[in-house]
């Protein structure tokens, strides 16, 4: 996405050293928690957040070493739009299996951090469709790419806020729940728009 090849560190390295640990931590999560299997998501969620934590700041970190910006292809763009997508899912499902009566801990700072970037990522991906439509126009992919990622502003926008007040103790985890539960909507709404209205609109191109 931003010109860096890591291939062979990925090829060589990630994947190899990533499926032996995925053995080892499925290993023991199986055998501490075979009784109690409906503990299993929880645990993969606490597992997978930090992971993502530090993809994204790896990721932002790199693309101000390097100085680019985001190549928008349209396979790049739905490879990290399935991305910011996973992200928002994780932070809902974390939200939704969190006990809102439970005290502050540090998977909740996580939690922000992981918010805060992917909205950063969002922003960049933004610009540079922006940038793309004012160069060669509009199209149906990018405006469906367009309504995507400005849905998913508003949505980390507000989780971000709502979280902050939590931390801060000035609100209530229920209300981040609540608004969470109150914006689902949001997305198949725009998928039918997609699906629906595009091809007419677009002459079926």
């Known amino acids: 996405l931003i010109d860096v090849d890591i291939s062979e560190l990925v090829a060589f390295w990630l994947i ?17 928690k075979q009784k109690v299997m409906e503990n299993i998501a929880p645990i993969l969620a606490k597992i ?3 992971f993502f934590v530090i993809l994204l700041l790896i990721f932002l970190i790199t693309i101000i070493w390097a100085r680019v910006g985001i190549n928008v292809e349209r396979e ?27 005290p502050l801990d ?18 960049l991906v933004l610009v540079a469709i922006v940038n793309r439509i004012f160069e060669f126009g509009f199209s149906p992919n990018k405006l469906a790419a367009l309504g995507e990622n400005l849905i998913l502003l508003i949505n980390l926008l507000l989780s971000i806020w709502l979280y902050c007040r939590f931390l801060l103790r000035k609100g209530t985890f229920s209300s981040l729940e609540r608004w969470q539960t109150a914006y689902l909507p949001i997305y ?10 595009f091809p007419p609109v677009f002459g079926y191109a």
Not at 89 to 101: K, M, Q, W
Not at 109 to 123: F, K, T
Not at 188 to 197: N, Q, S, T
């Open 16 to 32: 190899p050293c990533g499926a032996l640990g995925a053995v080892i931590v499925g290993s023991w999560v199986i055998e501490t």
């Open 48 to 50: 997978f957040t930090p």
């Open 76 to 102: 790049l763009l739905i490879g990290i739009d399935l991305l910011l997508v996973f992200i928002l899912g994780l932070l809902i499902y974390n939200v939704s299996a969190r006990d809102s009566e439970a």
């Open 106 to 123: 540090i998977f909740d700072v996580l939690q922000l951090i992981l918010a805060v970037s992917a909205l950063i990522v969002d922003l």
């Open 188 to 197: 198949p709404v725009w998928a039918l728009i997609v699906v629906v209205f």
